[in-house]
T-cell receptor
């Protein structure tokens, strides 16, 4: 089974802090994604990556950046956390095959105070 | 615009009842894929099914069935004889370019 692991289940950070959310997958998947999930808004795509050192903006990239230095790891960075970034963050991966489904991690619930 | 609409925000049914979750999509593409995911209380989204735009056959997997109708741009999901373990948030999703976009989800409560 594909395993997508997010380093933290819960995080509490202060406004203005730099925050790193880490995601690791163990199935050699080419594509990785970061979504945020908010009540009433569903899942919204922040950034994704086709391969190592490649990144693409999703639908809501403002206030975020990403890093993919190794194929198995995809990091989401909040350069200066703000309270409106309090959310559930979900990492996902899939193979490069066009119709392959996403495999998700358990999520990181981030609270910015 | 390409989007997925799940009009039912929340549904409650009594155990053993059948329940249908609606999904309506919009896309300009002639080739596309649709998905359903389940998010139980533990939080991890679980892939349930994938359907491509050329395959309109309905699919049944145990108590789950899916009805794909291109004429109405719908991809509805039915749970037969629901069980408490079916309680979850269910998401319908559409492949758009290299992204998968999700509906807002339907929260399903199965009452014992």
């Amino acid at each position: 089974d594909v395993k997508v692991t997010q380093s933290s289940r819960y995080l509490v950070k202060r406004t203005g802090e730099k925050v790193f959310l880490e995601c690791v997958q163990d199935m050699d998947h080419e594509n990785m994604f970061w979504y945020r999930q908010d009540p009433g808004l569903g899942l919204r795509l922040i950034y994704f990556s086709y391969d190592v050192k490649m990144k693409e903006k999703g639908d809501i990239p403002e206030g975020y950046s990403v890093s993919r230095e190794k194929k198995e790891r995809f990091s989401l960075i909040l350069e200066s956390a703000s309270t409106n970034q309090t959310s559930m963050y979900l990492c996902a991966s899939r193979t490069g095959v066009w119709n392959s489904p996403l495999h998700f991690g358990n999520g990181t619930r981030l609270t910015v105070t | 615009a390409q989007k997925v609409t799940q009009a039912q925000t929340e549904i409650s049914v009594v155990e053993k009842e059948d329940v249908t979750l609606d999904c309506v999509y919009e896309t300009r593409d002639t080739t596309y894929y649709l998905f359903w995911y389940k998010q139980p209380p533990s939080g991890e989204l679980v892939f349930l099914i994938r359907r491509n735009s050329f395959d309109e056959q309905n699919e049944i997997s145990g108590r789950y069935s899916w009805n794909f109708q291109k004429s109405t741009s719908s991809f509805n999901f039915t749970i037969t004889a629901s069980q408490v373990v079916d309680s979850a948030v269910y998401f319908c999703a559409l492949r758009r370019d290299d992204k998968i976009i999700f509906g807002k989800g339907t929260r399903l409560h199965i009452l014992p």
